[in-house]
């Protein structure tokens, strides 16, 4: 069953949208959009979300932790 969920990049205000399988997790969603899931926070509703977790339907914002220059 196809999953869908929308990244938001923050700071940067980016929309990325995710359709995958059931069971795919966040670590592989941002992988697959060439970001090091070690460099970022994954957060839904104030609430941080390990890398390994299935995706869940909805958006998830996604916080750059370190600098890129």
Do not use: W
Request: overall charge negative.
């Amino acid at each position: 069953m196809p999953v869908h969920c929308t990244f938001l990049l923050v700071p940067d205000g980016g929309v990325l949208e995710y359709e995958g399988e059931t069971g795919d997790t966040y670590e592989e969603a941002l992988l697959s959009f060439c970001i090091n899931p070690d460099t970022v926070l994954i957060i839904s509703g104030k609430i941080s979300i390990p890398q390994d977790e299935p995706i869940k339907e909805g958006m998830v914002e996604i916080i750059s932790t370190c600098s890129r220059g």
